[in-house]
């Protein structure tokens, strides 16, 4: 338990040191999250190589290689560029690699030369690991890079982590009944329902500091989401929806984590955290949130 807070806190520490403190340099905390998500590609390829499966390593470094121009240049339309790469560089190793170079026949009855390759389980392998959480992690590049940035990344930050937050210690204190045994033994229907508070109360914490108290405005992109309703009431409104659903998604993104980790046999995604596992076992419920941010960026004009 100590060493699973302190590891918190000193990411925590070293998030908001990115945040508050390179921006003034003009470093973008999203182009450093960009290192971490082909930390995660990574951790994702060594989970489907342990649940039995041969994704295309030259597929994802393209991928990872293309990602951070593409998306810096082309901005949302950069991630879907980005999920090309991987898929058109998958379809063509995954075709290449059976057809092309000698082959014998399996025996003598034969006609089709047998060379072994990919199946195609493990392309499609390769492609949803260029989905998630290639694609979904670059999502950081346009939100970061709106009128609105600093605002987007941290509704990004502190809603799934304030859920995942409370829905650990609401668990601990009153959770009974199990959510999901068979996916995750130790999470129980009151941790989720904590979860989504906690959701709003990250969502009420941004609200606090950039609508309603105008703090943040000292930081440049810091934006509001006045810009959206044109007044605080209305904004505050569309925190507290965002808490909710941003809180729910989280929950199902450390589920669907959880499930991916199950079925391939592991404990955590890695080891690079103390107590927390790896990239992925860390940003699990932020991948889910990400889209969703995006969207509400994307529909009022922001990004």
Same mark, same amino acid.
């Given at each position: ?76 339309? @950069? ?8 898929? $058109?560089? %998958? &379809? *063509?190793? /995954?075709? +290449?690699?059976?057809?092309? #170079? ?88 009151? @941790? ?8 709003? $109360?990250? %969502? &009420? *914490?941004? /609200?606090? +500091?950039?609508?309603?108290? #105008? ?89």
């Amino acid at each position: 338990m100590l060493k699973r807070i302190v590891t918190a806190v000193c990411i925590l520490a070293v998030l908001f040191g990115c945040i508050f403190g390179l921006r003034s340099l003009e470093f973008q905390l999203a182009d450093i999250l960009t290192v971490l998500a082909f930390l995660g590609v990574f951790e994702m390829y060594q989970a489907f190589k342990r649940a039995g499966y041969k994704p295309i390593p030259t597929a994802l470094i393209l991928g990872c290689v293309a990602a951070f121009p593409l998306t810096y240049f082309f901005m949302a339309d @950069g991630v879907m560029l980005t999920l090309a790469v991987v898929t $058109i560089s %998958a &379809l *063509i190793i /995954f075709t +290449l690699k059976h057809n092309l #170079g000698e082959a014998k026949p399996k025996n003598e009855e034969e006609d089709v030369p047998v060379k072994e390759g990919y199946s195609l389980n493990d392309m499609f392998a390769t492609i949803f690991v260029g989905i998630y959480p290639l694609s979904l992690f670059m999502l950081f590049l346009p939100v970061n890079h709106s009128e609105a940035g600093l605002l987007g990344i941290m509704l990004i930050i502190a809603v799934p982590v304030m859920a995942d937050t409370m829905a650990y210690f609401t668990g601990m204190a009153i959770g009974k009944r199990k959510l999901c045994p068979q996916i995750s033994p130790k999470k129980t229907v009151a @941790g989720a329902v904590g979860g989504i508070i906690g959701g709003i $109360i990250g %969502a &009420l *914490i941004v /609200f606090f +500091l950039f609508d309603y108290s #105008g703090a943040m405005s000292v930081f440049p992109n810091a934006g509001s989401m006045e810009l959206i309703k044109g007044n605080l009431y209305g904004s505050l409104g569309l925190y507290i929806a965002l808490g909710v659903v941003g809180g729910a998604l989280g929950e199902l993104g450390d589920l669907a984590a959880s499930w991916i980790k199950r079925k391939a046999g592991i404990k955590d995604f890695g080891k690079l955290f103390p107590g927390h596992g790896g990239i992925m076992d860390r940003l699990d419920s932020i991948l889910f949130m990400l889209p969703l941010v995006y969207l509400v960026f994307a529909v009022s004009g922001i990004c």
